[in-house]
């Protein structure tokens, strides 16, 4: 049974603190998805990859976050420093070929930074 | 960028009644995806309707959509307690955008 893993599940820290979430996309799929939720803004988009490539980052606060693909089996979203502002459930969502198919979702990090 | 935009925000109904969500979207589309969340879970793909499709059902789900309108709803026929979740559909060419959901609580 296929599934995109994500950790860790949970992470308390400390504003200022690194954070750096990980994620393992499906076997064989070539796009991936770092995802946002919070009760305010909904679900945004923060990055996406295909063949490891960024695609498109605008979602992302580029002077703290950081999201890479070292290999096609594990993807990366690093916040440094973190802040309050930052806590939320991150999500890592992967899919094949096409980019507007279907998107598989992780459980989600949830981030609390105090 | 494209987003999608559910109606209603939330909907409470009954154990055996039907649900019905809408989307509004604004602009040209592939396709339109309805995902389903569990409270603390990720995100469940539920279906996906292709631009020339109007309408496609999947177990107890039919979903609509009128491309003239910018619009597709999710249907849920004889809804359970089991149903209880918030609904996404999300959009996109280039990437895909999800709204901020309806929040379906079905009361046993």
């Known amino acids: 049974d296929a599934r995109v893993t994500q950790t860790p599940r949970d992470k308390v820290t400390e504003m200022g603190q690194e954070v750096t979430m990980r994620c393992q996309p499906i076997?064989?799929?070539?796009?991936v998805f770092w995802y946002r939720q919070t009760m305010m803004q909904g679900l945004e988009l923060l990055a996406y990859?295909?063949?490891?490539?960024?695609?498109?980052d605008s979602g992302m606060p580029k002077d703290r976050f950081s999201a890479e693909m070292p290999d096609a089996t594990l993807a990366t979203l690093k916040i440094q420093p973190s802040e309050p502002r930052d806590s939320a459930v991150y999500f890592c969502?992967?899919?094949?070929?096409?980019?507007?198919?279907?998107?598989?979702f992780g459980p989600g990090t949830r981030l609390l930074v105090l | 960028s494209q987003q999608g935009e559910e109606d209603p925000q939330a909907l409470s109904i009954q154990e055996g009644e039907n649900a019905t969500m809408n989307c509004s979207y604004k602009?040209?589309?592939?396709?339109l995806q309805w995902y389903r969340q569990n409270s603390g879970r990720g995100l469940v793909h539920l279906i996906l309707?292709?631009?020339?499709?109007r309408e496609k059902h999947s177990g107890r789900l039919r979903v609509t959509l009128d491309t003239s309108k910018k619009s597709s709803s999710l249907l849920i026929t004889a809804s359970r307690a089991a149903d209880t979740a918030s609904y996404f559909c999300?959009?996109?060419?280039?990437?895909?955008?999800f709204g901020a959901g309806t929040r379906l609580t079905v009361k046993p």
């Open positions: 969502a992967s899919g094949l070929v096409q980019i507007q198919e279907t998107q598989y």
């Open positions: 076997l064989g799929h070539n796009t």
């Open positions: 990859f295909r063949n490891r490539a960024p695609l498109d």
């Open positions: 602009t040209s589309i592939n396709n």
């Open positions: 309707i292709r631009s020339n499709e």
């Open positions: 999300a959009t996109g060419n280039n990437d895909m955008r």
